[in-house]
């Protein structure tokens, strides 16, 4: 989830960068150059993002393994990258993003959306909005029922716990913000922390209280399996400091000493390269430094690919793996015809209500921005006592809704989804292979509407004077593919396409009277709530045709900062790019390890399941047997 453009002038932290955090949270690191590098390790990591470094940090657990991390951006050294209330701003900040912009979508007007995708050691982990919420079991189960072995809740499960680390907010949090939690369901060793900070504004109370009269009911642990519900969602946040725990805090800086493990930084990686003679097999990688220097690099047992959902795939084509069609119109020589790779790209549209909040509690967001006394103490609270505002993130609850409290005719959508073609929304570029995963994808999505078994909607409650909504099963689905004209200089096409399918139209509507339904409760009227520009002053008023109006000029966002799907773990007859075994179809040596695998995106913010993908992906690659292993 990110905030919207509009509503950053509202985020008071960035008053706070510049200032330095009291805390020596930076370990030294040596910088090493291309001329440092061998030729040739065991195990060559395509991005030091959030799987990339999972999957290190375990592969070098074995001293006899040379593990290698090239990673596209830099290392971090700002404490806008640790401190919670900076993560807002972290989205916009082009030094630590890959700065893509999607294609102009047409069914919003043309409008464009980012492509959020970081550029930085920690990739995407280093700059997301911290939250920490986990798919529901059915979701989980739906990729095992897609053809995909063992990756279902109780095989992914073991995961997200290996990976989490979480500690139980304090008796005084607790009683203050109601928070609820079962730690049962997290892990208590692993790198990445889990935790509730210890402060939260009065009015959140207020907001939380106000789902009473909402006919959802609230639950205890959104962990646990079943998270249909308003609930609590710690952060991935240390509790000793109150600073940002991600990838490369909890999986590289602990053991960056180990001699078996060398990050490269600054350097991208241009292209793969193959095997000249026998099966087509991935042998090593051509980098590129900052001064342009390049050097190939070989891999003697496997190259892991994790450049997340637009690089991973972006990086393929430009090897010469990817559709056919489009390569032709390069100058890359085709290596694999493959025409599944950058396709059943997956995010989830959403949309904002915009609003002020005229009778809050003080103390508030808006009170905090223009209180320089306030604020100012706030900074000693956090740098000293590591308490107040500053350790507050995007958001600690969230609404998930089952669709049957959201849209009035639920048989009726279902019924409407069962009679498409399927064929007719989905890109021209797909195939019979693609169209039948996408069949079976659309199966199980329906499936989970008619028995409600996981949420098709989520609201996560920001502490700004706005709201979200989300669809998380959206019908459509996207591409992302390179620029013909540059392959290389230019960033890919990034094309969402979303409100593709008519459908989710229906779905957003359906949200947008509920979200309004919930904003007028009177828990949230009693906080003198005044809808802002460009939502009208009674939107309950607004006929669909004008809510989709409003949407298709302004509310709309394709991204929900979750792009997933790209190179999706599939049977390769259902339009797989990988296996089960994580390794792409078709040439040896070469995995894929990140966002970009998954199948189906789950109801859920996606770092968690990208750290549970990546632990669970080193386990399968320490296991491979055969030559070269
Ligand atoms: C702004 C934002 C907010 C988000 N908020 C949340 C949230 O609150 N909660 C949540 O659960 N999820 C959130 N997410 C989603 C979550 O962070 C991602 O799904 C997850 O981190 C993706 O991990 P990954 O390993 O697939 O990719 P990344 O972590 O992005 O790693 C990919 C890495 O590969 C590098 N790379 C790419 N191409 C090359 C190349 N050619 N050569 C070398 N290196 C390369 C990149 O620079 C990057 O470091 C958010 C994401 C963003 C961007």
């Given at each position: 989830m990110v905030f919207p453009l509009v509503a950053?002038?509202?985020?008071?932290?960035?008053?706070?960068?510049g200032h330095s955090l009291p805390h020596n949270a930076r370990p030294a690191q040596v910088k090493r150059a291309l001329?440092?590098?061998?030729?040739?390790?065991d195990y060559i990591v395509i991005g030091g993002g959030t799987a990339g470094l999972t999957v290190a940090n375990r592969l070098t657990e074995d001293p006899k393994k040379k593990v290698l991390v090239i990673e596209h951006g830099e290392l971090g050294d700002t404490i806008d990258l640790l401190l919670p209330n900076a993560t807002a701003t972290l989205s916009q900040n082009a030094r630590y993003m890959w700065n893509f912009t999607s294609v102009p979508q047409t069914n919003i007007n043309g409008r464009t959306d980012k492509g959020y995708a970081a550029a930085v050691v920690g990739g995407s982990s280093s700059v997301n909005g911290m939250f920490m919420d986990r798919p529901s079991k059915a979701d989980l189960d739906a990729w095992a029922t897609l053809?995909?072995?063992?990756?279902d809740w109780n095989g992914l499960i073991p995961y997200f716990k290996k990976a989490t680390k979480f500690t139980a907010p304090s008796v005084q949090s607790i009683s203050s913000y109601g928070y609820t939690f079962d730690?049962?369901?997290?892990?208590?060793?692993?790198?990445v922390q889990a935790s509730f900070p210890p402060f939260q504004w009065p009015f959140q109370k207020t907001c939380l209280e106000?789902?009473?009269?909402?006919?959802i009911p609230f639950i205890?642990?959104?962990?646990?399996?079943?998270?249909?519900g308003v609930i609590w969602v710690p952060n991935t946040?240390?509790?000793?400091?109150e600073t940002r725990s991600y990838a490369r805090t909890a999986y590289y800086d602990p053991i960056?000493?180990?001699?078996n493990y060398v990050l490269l930084y600054n350097?991208?990686?241009?292209k793969l390269v193959f095997s000249t003679?026998?099966?087509?097999?991935?042998?090593g990688v051509l980098v590129k430094g900052k001064d342009g220097t390049t050097k190939t690099i070989f891999a003697a047992k496997e190259i892991i690919l994790s450049a997340g959902t637009f690089g991973s795939p972006w990086l393929l084509q430009r090897s010469g793996v990817g559709p056919k069609a489009i390569l032709a119109r390069t100058n890359i020589p085709l290596v694999l015809d493959f025409?599944?790779?950058?396709?059943?790209f997956q995010d989830q549209p959403n949309f904002f209500a915009y609003f002020s909040?005229?009778?809050?509690?003080?103390?508030n967001p808006d009170y905090w921005r223009a209180n320089a006394t306030y604020n100012a103490e706030t900074w000693v609270n956090y740098t000293q006592?590591?308490?107040?505002?500053?350790?507050?993130?995007?958001?600690?609850n969230a609404a998930f809704m089952p669709i049957s409290a959201v849209v009035d005719d639920v048989a009726e959508l279902i019924g409407a989804a069962k009679a498409q073609n399927p064929a007719t929304y989905l890109?021209?570029?797909?195939t019979p292979a693609l169209l039948k995963g996408y069949k079976a994808q659309l199966a199980i999505m329906l499936n989970h509407f008619q028995h409600d078994?996981?949420?098709a909607f989520e609201t996560p409650f920001a502490s700004g004077p706005f709201q979200a909504m989300s669809?998380?099963?959206?019908l459509s689905r996207g591409t992302v593919f390179l620029n013909t004209t540059d392959p290389f200089n230019s960033q890919p096409l990034i094309d969402?396409?979303?409100?593709?399918?008519?459908?989710d139209w229906d779905m957003a509507v359906a949200a947008f009277r509920y979200l309004i339904k919930y904003l007028s409760t009177p828990g949230m009227q009693s906080l003198g709530l005044v809808y802002q520009s460009p939502?009208?002053?009674?939107?309950?008023?607004?006929t669909d045709a004008q809510i989709i109006d409003l949407m298709k000029a302004s509310?709309?966002?394709?991204?929900?900062?979750?792009?997933?799907?790209?190179?999706?773990?599939?049977p390769k007859d259902m339009?797989?790019?990988?296996?089960s075994d994580l390794l792409v179809y078709g040439i040896k040596g070469l995995s894929i390890v990140d966002a970009?695998?998954?199948p189906l995106l789950p109801s859920c913010h996606t770092t968690q399941l990208t750290y549970a993908i990546a632990e669970k992906a080193a386990d399968l690659i320490k296991g491979r047997s055969g030559p070269g292993h």
């Open positions: 950053l002038s509202a985020i008071v932290g960035l008053a706070a960068v001329a440092d590098v061998s030729d040739t390790y053809g995909n072995k063992g990756w730690a049962s369901f997290y892990g208590n060793g692993g790198p106000a789902w009473n009269g909402m006919d205890k642990e959104g962990a646990s399996g079943s998270k249909s946040l240390d509790p000793v400091n960056r000493t180990r001699p350097t991208n990686v241009q003679s026998g099966p087509l097999a991935a042998k025409p599944e790779v950058g396709q059943n909040l005229t009778k809050q509690p003080i103390p006592h590591h308490g107040g505002p500053y350790t507050l993130a995007l958001g600690n890109p021209s570029t797909y078994s996981s949420p669809v998380q099963k959206p969402y396409r979303v409100m593709s399918n008519p459908l939502i009208p002053a009674n939107p309950g008023n607004l509310l709309m966002a394709a991204s929900f900062a979750h792009p997933s799907g790209t190179c999706a773990m599939l339009g797989g790019v990988v296996g970009s695998v998954i």
